[in-house]
């Protein structure tokens, strides 16, 4: 967590800072990070969360939103699911241009691309 803001009405807004410029909408993914500083926020930590707020340090603007139960229990769902697979060595290989090129076993491995 980059920065907590405690509100006047004893509320926390959480801030994340971001190079680049900002998107003209957060998708599902993009949201993730966040949610899941919420979800420790109110469940670890018993805060009351008003805003999460990504800033876009390149052109200085904010996109702030709140993750709904929805959104909270599908992420727990997908945290445990990716535990789960860690746990059975399930790491099926996943090859891209993009991300071989950065891939420390690019050299070795039977599925590189690019």
């Known amino acids: 967590i980059d920065r907590i803001d405690i509100l006047p009405s004893s509320e926390i807004e959480i801030v994340d800072y971001k190079t680049g410029a900002s998107r003209p909408k957060l998708e599902a993914e993009d949201k993730e990070q966040l949610l ?9 930590f018993n805060e009351k969360v008003k805003n999460l ?11 702030s939103f709140l993750g709904t ?13 990716t535990i789960e697979k860690i746990k059975g060595s399930s790491f099926a290989p996943t090859p891209g241009p993009f991300v071989c ?13 690019g």
Request: net charge negative.
């Open 69 to 81: 139960d929805i959104e909270k229990n599908d992420l727990k769902v997908k945290i445990v699911e």
């Open 101 to 113: 090129k950065f891939c420390d076993f690019r050299d070795i491995c039977e599925f590189r691309k």
């Open 36 to 44: 899941i500083y919420q979800i420790a926020a109110e469940e670890v």
């Open 53 to 63: 707020t990504y800033y876009y340090l390149d052109d200085g603007k904010e996109m």
